[in-house]
């Protein structure tokens, strides 16, 4: 297989994406990562932006979920993987929503969180076929699955 | 169509599920409602208490995860309507999973809880039908739904 | 196969799905008919009465046929056979959809509409098992794909 | 994702198509457009010319729109986004019938159209991801869920 | 499993479909057998009849294997088992074409027919569980499929 | 749910489906058991005893598995559980089949095989939503993800 | 959409798929076209020839059958637009079979057949976007449905 | 097509996948190959290399098999053939349930096996296209279903 398709969603506050594209690409993996908007304002506003403001704050956040829904199906559904990253802010139902979603439609799915948060996702690890903890062990299972390499 | 199946997934620590299990009955909704188990510790032991105990905390919970998916997923699939009600306590990550899950099945997803959640809840509420805030409304959709019938 | 089941979409102004559901009945057909709330006021406020109201025109709409798709979509996904019929008067884009989301999912799609409007509606006829006129046709051919009797 | 595909479906009387491809082009983006037959006469004789001539109206619009559907069919499914375009004339069932169809693939769906077919395009609304009112929009909102860049 | 359905498709000019029907009720078998219409002159001219006449002989078929079809695509969808019965007579197109369509909705498909067409029906033979060659042999494996009953 | 369909593969040659079928049924649960044919002379001898012998062994061998696979590929789609029993003898890769099958499909998988066997079923196993390794253990999940109720 | 790929199955004994080719190929249509084998011996005999010689002409036919099935299943299920071609000799149900298949995964059917078949192919052609006679015709489709070009 | 995609399942003791690919080679077949990771030792720690070392056998193996699963699921699924081989030594249940979850998939099955293997093989047998004894039976599958090709 050319190339691996792997999806990163959940959190935007660290730098876990980039440690995890940076490394793959130092190893030469051939993955094409993909992602949610990671811009926070930009995420929040783009519907409002774009189609109009809302004074009604829950139109107004509907409005953006939408647009940002197009990005984030659409790149989920070509994923041949999807990692998930929890943080130990912020409520994160939307990391939650996606790693439903990514399972239902047959995604390999790999979670990612502190151990602290293991009993409150034990429904989302039991639907993952790795539970990591650092982006160097994702980095390491797509060099795994991609290449057969295991370094020890 | 005789009979519809909802599925009632998410919060389990107030009794919103029997208030719109009794108030369908009375009105006598042709509705079959499921449920995840709401028996809390139950819903913790079952894989260690059937399957054998584990001192490792993260396999107690994968163990009891699995077996409760065995009932969420088949129930979930079966499901015409599938409603997820947040509460104010706790990570409920496993509502918005089984959101995400049911969503990506198309099943027609009503939301349920306060306001005061919209903001983070923004993805989940832009994959719903409906979102509401009491039991009553999601009786009065399944009423409307159903039967056709709206009381002003 | 014991029960059919019809779903009639489309035109809520004349009786045409009373004649259709009468004509089957006194003859005794296997069928369990199903359409979308035909009650107009009802279909349209049916958001605004339930989940609160909207001063902006385009989220108590929004509202409203969301709460009505929770409706037209389970029903539709059950039915065997569709039935769309296009009147003389308004839009009626929701019908048209309808024929559009019920042939993609491979229903067998019936359409009834005056010959006049042959023409705009040829891309809805093409995807069409059968163009008719009158609910008496619609009836004759439920009474010929399941009884496999002919009148002539 | 190397390339989104986008099908353009719709009014075929202005040059709404024309405006969104040259911004899209304009601003580099990595888009594949695709849309059904635009020449009127080309697309109502099509059937007629290839296989045969008709006399009979219903059967000449028959062979035209399927030979038809063989294109937007085809283009349809290969998409990730739908857009739709609804004009002030005509019936546009056909529009209509294809945002059925791409719904019911799971397909982002995003309709344009003036405010004031709000209401008749209320239920085709409530299944599109956005409701836009210009080809600016929609090439806005493809800018921001390819590249995530959101113009203030 | 309750009831098992199974598809009789193909020849109607022998009365192969009423000995698989008798045997199995004599044996109490729990199926459900449907087939299509098996009187020719009706299957010919439900079309016409119904929806009215046309005199292009092309489009008077069209009229009626579209009507039909509504009859045999729900049927065959319906079905666990199809059985598709080749005759030494006429083309029976329609039957090798029941036979691909079953196929590829992954049914359990059964051919039956005389040895004299075992090289022209090698393809739709390669497809099928069991290529039989009498009712009896239907009837025989519908029974040991069900109750695990063989006679030797 | 009114009654869940669970289909018990592998082993023949103890009772364990005997075991969980009275258990469950002491206690009362709400299921439909299927199994394979489990009479190993008549699995084996199916095809040829019905269709006509065969010499070649391989041939043989293949009219009698593709007859049993009508009844086994039919009660596993239909199956909501899928149990898997692995016995300590004969190479029971029908039983590895049935379970690769299985998955596939989104059926939830059940394992049941002693500890002893755990290394050479690992991809079993993973695919699996609860190991077991008694008859006992199945029916106590039954009782739970059916009416959950855990025994302590 | 790069390139449009299109299957030609069915009559094996004229030129109609070279003509196809060929003009295609002058008119620089982006078409990838795949088919059967069209070498009759070589397609009669693969099965015995590559896994060993049968006595028996029905498991001699069974082997090749499944390994041209290889092929056939794989090629209609990559292709946008299926054609298939019945001539006047032979049972030609492999044609037949393959067009069944094609309707049932959705692809775009497209029939050629001289007008003297119209009657026994009258349920293939229902099922078909386009029935054609001549190579020229189905060129011509190509180059419409490809480029919206009609000749006049 | 440009390019078939095949996966080579089962036995990882002997060099038939070598050979296949070597032969495959040689003749140019546009063929792409993909595996398991084929490194007992790699496969067999994977899970506890990269994810955690477990003290319990059977964790340590469903961490590995998880992660193995990523690959291979990824890999079967992105298949148009596969090639599942079991050898005369170990269980191999990871080749029969790759087999099952392969048909399950609508996959073109090849098998290969020493005859002596039949009978217990004979149910994964039933659900393939061609069983094979050598690797050079598979590339002859190949260049044939690919190019036609027939060498007597």
Request: net charge negative; hydrophobic share 40%.
């Amino acid at each position: 297989m050319g190339t691996w398709r792997v999806y990163l969603s959940g959190e935007i506050h660290t730098d876990w994406r980039e440690t995890i594209m940076e490394q793959s690409k130092a190893l030469g993996l051939p993955v094409e990562f993909s992602a949610p908007v990671t811009d926070h304002p930009a995420s929040d506003d783009c519907g409002a932006v774009i189609l109009g403001d809302e004074s009604n704050k829950f139109w107004y956040d509907q409005k953006g979920a939408k647009v940002n829904a197009i990005r984030t199906r659409t790149l989920i559904e070509k994923a041949d993987i999807v990692v998930v990253r929890f943080g130990d802010k912020y409520k994160q139902w939307n990391a939650a929503f996606d790693a439903g979603y990514a399972s239902a439609l047959g995604k390999s799915l790999i979670v990612m969180h502190d151990p602290s948060l293991t009993h409150p996702l034990k429904e989302v690890d039991a639907a993952a076929f790795a539970v990591t903890e650092t982006p160097g062990q994702v980095v390491d299972i797509l060099k795994y699955v991609i290449h057969g390499q295991l370094d020890r």
